[in-house]
């Protein structure tokens, strides 16, 4: 009888995101776990996938994209993050950014090759990474600064890294790595020659003024440097899966290949959709960050009534919590505690860490609804009782 998974993926299972929302589900609970972003979509992009559909524009485009959306992308790319590029040679309209960095590890590193996460990190981009037959390394980032220094990536560098990945703002910690700390990151990549894959697709939702900064944009990491960005989170459209990535045009054209190879393309209408999106005014950018940071606020006030110390994120819409107080062994004891407490489910903090790190803490999303959230912070305060 044929082996029933291959060596590939001995050691991996189903991330706790997931399992929490199946918990969650089955008990009945509120979910601030899994990043669902259960939000309306923006009417500009609704309607135009609708016209788009009513059109009949559903049959396969290019495997990077159409046109029109890579141009809107350029012009984006531009007039927000401080970087020119060529829609028609550096960019790749992707089945969600999951797939451009499927398509950047697949295409532009070898079997065997080492890749530097700082952790705490998205679970997605180390398993992804195993699966694609990497060396994943952690760079410990040590709360609640999560500072990116030189010396740092130097010390976690081993003999085969030939790449690392930068996801700002951060998930699950909310970090913004600032243009210091990027500028130490392009010394040590221009002494080793390393590969940065960033995931940035929560660039519009950050707090207190802060200014996002591009990797791209920064020193000369611009000709070393994958580029992936996303539609899901900023016009709350998770389940459309679509992303892109901006790379120097040899860099995507083996993207390209690869996401021709898994994906044939992203869906055609949806692309006609998210490409109306883009003339979206300033206001809606504003206002969207507005809503976030008033439900960031809620959750951290919340996470403290229930002694469950928060580290307040600078960006995208988690916010990371201290369960010491619970006394449990591991995370998701402590995330299982809470949700039978409270009926409010959380992500334990070991799906973030190589190690240890993350037994202390939880993962909670406030991209939710205002009265969900609003119900979901009552049960919290009442659980601290």
């Known amino acids: 009888m044929p082996s029933s998974r291959s060596r590939r993926l001995q050691g991996l299972a189903q991330s706790d995101i997931r399992a929490m929302t199946r918990e969650c589900v089955r008990v009945g609970g509120i979910n601030l776990g899994q990043g669902i972003c259960d939000l309306p979509t923006p009417p500009l992009v609704r309607d135009g996938a609708i016209q788009a559909i009513r059109d009949r524009k559903s049959t396969y485009s290019y495997s990077e994209g159409i046109l029109e959306l890579r141009q809107a992308i350029a012009r984006k790319l531009a007039r927000d993050n401080g970087f020119e590029a060529d829609p028609e040679r550096e960019i790749v309209v992707t089945a969600g950014s999951a797939a451009a960095f499927a398509c950047a590890i697949h295409g532009l590193l ?24 990497l060396v994943p390394r952690p760079l410990a980032l040590a709360s609640p600064g999560f500072e990116l220094t030189a010396a740092g990536v130097r010390g976690a560098l081993g003999p085969r890294t030939r790449a690392i990945v930068i996801c700002t703002p951060g998930n699950p910690s909310g970090k913004m790595f600032t243009r210091e700390e990027l500028e130490e990151l392009a010394l040590v ?6 590969l940065v894959i960033t995931d940035e697709i929560y660039e519009y939702i950050r707090y207190d003024g802060r200014e996002h900064v591009s990797p791209a944009a920064v020193a000369d990491l611009r000709e070393r440097t994958v ?48 490409a109306a999106g883009f003339d979206s005014p300033p206001s809606f950018f504003e206002e969207m960050r507005a809503d976030y940071a008033l439900k960031r ?4 006030t919340a996470l403290e009534a229930a002694s469950l ?3 307040v994120p600078q960006g995208a819409y988690y916010v990371l919590a201290d369960a010491s107080r619970l006394g449990r062994e591991t995370a998701r004891e402590a995330a ?3 949700l039978a407490g409270s009926g409010v489910a959380s992500v334990p903090g070991s799906a973030f860490y190589a190690g240890d790190g993350g037994e202390h803490l939880l993962r909670f999303c406030f991209a939710k609804e205002l009265d969900v959230l609003e119900d979901a912070c009552a049960r919290l305060r009442s659980f601290g009782g």
């Open 336 to 338: 299982l505690e809470l």
């Open 297 to 300: 606020e809620m959750t951290c």
């Open 227 to 274: 580029t992936i960005m996303g539609l899901s989170k900023t016009f709350s459209i998770t389940g459309w899966r679509l992303g892109y990535s901006v790379a120097p045009p040899e860099m995507t054209e083996a993207m390209t290949l690869v996401h021709d190879l898994f994906y044939i393309c992203a869906p055609t209408p949806l692309q006609h959709g998210v």
């Open 309 to 311: 110390p928060p580290i």
């Open 110 to 133: 070898d079997p065997g090759d080492e890749i530097l996460i700082p952790e705490p990190f998205y679970g997605y981009h180390w398993n992804a990474a195993v699966t694609a037959g």
């Open 189 to 194: 990549a221009r002494e080793r020659d390393l």
